[in-house]
């Protein structure tokens, strides 16, 4: 669905539901140009407290001010996943910095590179779970406990005290890695029982990229409650209008042929609810009789009374997906949002609700996208396989079927050694057939056991070498499942699903994140390689024995 939305787009084919292309150098000046504003003093103030936390950063220091004085901002943006979740994260925030950095180059206007943190989503499921890769097997699931039902925004919730047991799981499955000690050091420094999960989400990611500059903002603070409250008034009373929008562009983008990646419910506010208060759950709202219902609760509220509470308690209302945008462009001067497939499909629903705001519609950059490769497994890929990492992308009887295509014509020396005893053997006697026939029986019968006792030989060293056929076939085999496992995990594709800590504790923290970043093509979004160095130390031998 979004991913064919996604595709278009790339393909500059869904003009029509986005504000410009991101490969068009003209909109992207002229995007820069429109965003730039000084930051409201309330908003550039809570901003300086929350990255005052940070690690020092001279670069962020910079940004910050900039931002003060009329920067515009790249802004990209993720949930607080379990030791910064999946790979993409990473790609995220180096996206944001070097778009931040090609728009400043090619507009002349300072532009600083914004990670949002999504800390009002309620989903702690799907964030408390992360995936540690392995050399030789499948990733690692660590879990921390996460009721699913509780609604609860993420910036409300803490660390449970078995954050420790999978530092310590961390650390043992690492623990033949170079540079494990320093990462799971530095993991524990921020992720520790009852700390915030955006806390140590922030100050991990903060760390990694203090020499960039990037700026965090968690808009679910008390700080930026009061700047936020009048994007929740227009959901509140325009509500109908607004999704009677967003059903027209939702059947717009239909008769293009794209489904609408999220969901509009009719004559519903796009602000989540927290009647019990900012950590108590937040419910969605839909129309009923004398107002608006909890989904999922007995509670119905009169419009006037929303508006009264939100006046009175603006941190009792929190963004859905389609209002986040439209929140983080009051607050920020956005020239550009960077996002993932998923996200760049669903800003081509959010048009109508930027003409509601008032507000223009930052342009659309998709993220960058990686395969981290060992050396070790380029190598044999390319010079013993003969294939591509794209290669590994896909089913194993897949990979298997192009390993297959460049070794069919390979023998080995065995192979070919009895292919042409057996042969020329064969050729030889019916060459000698008119000299047998004039032979004496006791010649015939010495040459014919000779001839067995040859064929016999023969067809001995035909066996061993099927055997070894075999056991060539049985470790190619072991290979292309270790080569997925590091390249396709899961069926999956790496970025989607492993974290850094493998990669962090064996190449390091500051090799991964440099060369991620010079890696960015900025306004290029095609799944490249980087093929990271062999470190002094080697990799953990597989259970198998198989090491490609």
């Not at 690692?140 to 047991?165: C, G, K």
């Not at 690492?174 to 524990?188: F, G, K, S």
């Not at 806390?199 to 960039?212: I, K, M, Q, S, Y």
Request: hydrophobic fraction near 45%.
């Amino acid at each position: 669905m979004a991913e064919g939305l996604f595709d278009a787009y790339l393909a500059g084919a869904a003009g029509d539901f986005y504000p410009g292309h991101f490969a068009d150098a003209a909109a992207r000046c002229a995007a820069v140009r429109a965003a730039a504003r000084p930051l409201a003093p309330a908003v550039a103030a809570a901003l300086e407290a929350q990255n005052a936390r940070l690690a020092p950063s001279p670069a962020r220091d910079a940004h910050l001010a900039a931002l003060r004085r009329g920067a515009a901002a790249v802004v990209t943006g993720q949930q607080v996943g379990l030791f910064l979740g999946p790979l993409f994260t990473i790609y995220k925030a180096a996206s944001a910095v070097a778009v931040a950095r090609a728009l400043s180059e090619e507009s002349g206007t300072t532009v600083v590179p914004v990670f949002w943190l999504q800390t009002e989503d309620h989903d702690l499921p799907e964030i408390a779970t992360c995936h540690l890769a392995q050399f030789s097997e499948a990733p690692i699931a660590l879990r921390l406990p996460a009721a699913p039902d509780e609604r609860i925004s993420i910036a409300h919730r803490t660390l449970p005290h078995e954050v420790t047991e999978r530092l310590a799981q961390v650390g043992d499955a690492l623990r033949w890695l170079p540079d494990a000690e320093t990462h799971v050091a530095r993991l524990a420094r921020h992720y520790r029982p009852g700390v915030g999960w955006a806390e140590a989400f922030a100050g991990l990611l903060g760390d990694l990229f203090a020499p960039t500059g990037l700026v965090l903002i968690d808009p679910r603070t008390p700080e930026l409650a009061a700047a936020s409250a009048p994007v929740h008034r227009r959901a509140l009373v325009d509500a109908e209008p607004l999704a009677a929008a967003l059903a027209a562009r939702v059947a717009a983008l239909a008769a293009a042929g794209y489904p609408a990646p999220v969901h509009v419910r009719p004559g519903s506010p796009l602000s989540f609810f927290h009647d019990d208060g900012p950590a108590g759950p937040r419910h969605r709202l839909v129309p009923a009789p004398g107002g608006f219902t909890e989904v999922g609760r007995d509670r119905t509220h009169a419009r006037e009374t929303l508006l009264a509470r939100l006046d009175a308690e603006p941190q009792c209302f929190s963004t859905s997906a389609l209002l986040r945008p439209i929140l983080q462009d009051t607050l920020l001067p956005t020239a550009a949002y960077v996002g993932g497939p998923a996200e760049v499909a669903y800003f081509a629903q959010l048009s109508p609700l930027y003409d509601a705001y008032a507000l223009r519609m930052p342009l659309i950059v998709p993220r960058a996208s990686f395969r981290l490769v060992d050396e070790l497994t380029a190598f044999h890929l390319e010079k013993t396989f003969g294939v591509s990492t794209a290669a590994a992308e896909g089913s194993e009887a897949a990979l298997l079927a192009a390993l297959d295509a460049t070794s069919a014509t390979q023998q080995t020396w065995s192979e070919v050694m009895a292919s042409r005893l057996s042969e020329g053997f064969e050729l030889a006697l019916r060459n000698a057939e008119p000299a047998f026939t004039r032979a004496s029986p006791a010649e015939r019968a010495a040459f014919e056991k000779t001839a067995r006792s040859v064929r016999r030989s023969i067809a001995k060293m035909t066996a061993k070498t099927q055997q070894q056929r075999l056991y060539h076939e049985k470790q190619r085999i072991e290979h292309a499942r270790l080569i997925q496992h590091r390249l396709f995990p899961n069926g999956v594709a790496q970025e989607r699903i492993c974290g850094l800590s493998y990669y962090a504790a064996r190449f390091g923290e500051t090799a991964v994140i440099d060369r991620v970043l010079s890696a960015v093509l900025p306004f290029d979004p095609t799944r490249r390689d980087i093929v990271l160095p062999e470190h002094d130390s080697p990799p953990a031998p597989s259970q198998s024995g198989a090491t490609p």
